[in-house]
């Protein structure tokens, strides 16, 4: 069946690049999430966006990040002037409706973003 | 200081053993608590959501219970299995001020199975 798709799975960028990294997520979902995870650690909010507006996006760590979801579905995160400290993977969820007290949140598998 | 303590950080048992993991938060206020596995590159799946009414869930071999007087959490992995190996995240969900469900993830139990 058709999960959340994250595009690429890996992606290795020089320090001061720009990346984008895109999430498709289940069809139908009206919630989608954003979250970082580095090693050892648990995933860390990012954005959260309902329909397709952002919702809440109190956990973008900087103005280097932005994220979009234009039409409702599919959502960019966009780094500018990437750093070595933005290495790390990037996870998308989504969720049938939100903020539901019981949304369960389906994840992808992450693009793990290498910055050197 | 991590909203969600869990504990311990890793372990090893032998298949076929039982393990429980254990989390405590300090969310509040506090609409739901949730388990998550995460095997190595992947993104975490959902095992069981419990809302703060909940005492005890049930998915298979997992069972997760619920203290909400005491903000505390445990699952309990039955007859363990080598596809048991992963990491274990327990997620509580923080109301917050805008009424926007944020969830707050713990750092994880890694698990290993070991034949």
């Known amino acids: 069946g058709a999960g959340v798709s994250q595009t690429p799975s890996n992606k290795v960028t020089e320090k001061g690049k720009y990346v984008e990294l895109r999430c498709d997520p289940i069809?139908?979902?009206?919630?989608l999430y954003w979250y970082r995870q580095s090693l050892g650690q648990g995933p860390e909010f990012l954005i959260y966006?309902?329909?397709?507006?952002?919702?809440?996006d109190s956990g973008l760590p900087n103005d280097r990040f932005f994220a979009v979801r234009p039409e409702g579905s599919v959502s960019t995160l966009k780094i500018q002037r990437t750093e070595r400290g933005d290495s790390a993977v990037y996870l998308c969820?989504?969720?049938?409706?939100?903020?539901?007290?019981?949304?369960?949140?389906?994840f992808g598998n992450g693009t793990r973003l290498t910055v050197t | 200081k991590n909203q969600v303590e869990q504990s311990p950080q890793s372990l090893i048992i032998l298949e076929g053993k039982n393990c429980t993991l254990q989390?405590?938060?300090?969310?509040?206020?506090?609409?739901?608590l949730r388990w998550y596995k995460q095997d190595t590159g992947r993104g975490p799946v959902s095992l069981t959501i419990?809302?703060?009414?909940?005492n005890t869930k049930s998915n298979g071999r997992y069972t997760a219970t619920l203290d909400a007087d005491t903000k505390q959490s445990s699952l309990h992995i039955t007859a363990s299995q080598l596809s048991d190996s992963a990491s274990y995240i327990c997620?509580?969900?923080?109301?917050?001020?805008?009424?926007?469900?944020?969830?707050?993830f713990g750092t994880g139990t890694r698990l290993l199975v070991s034949p």
């Open positions: 969820a989504s969720s049938p409706a939100g903020p539901g007290y019981n949304s369960p949140l389906h």
């Open positions: 069809s139908g979902h009206t919630a």
């Open positions: 966006f309902q329909g397709t507006g952002a919702a809440d």
């Open positions: 989390c405590n938060y300090t969310v509040s206020p506090f609409s739901n």
């Open positions: 419990m809302t703060f009414s909940e």
């Open positions: 997620v509580v969900s923080d109301m917050g001020s805008t009424g926007f469900q944020k969830l707050v």
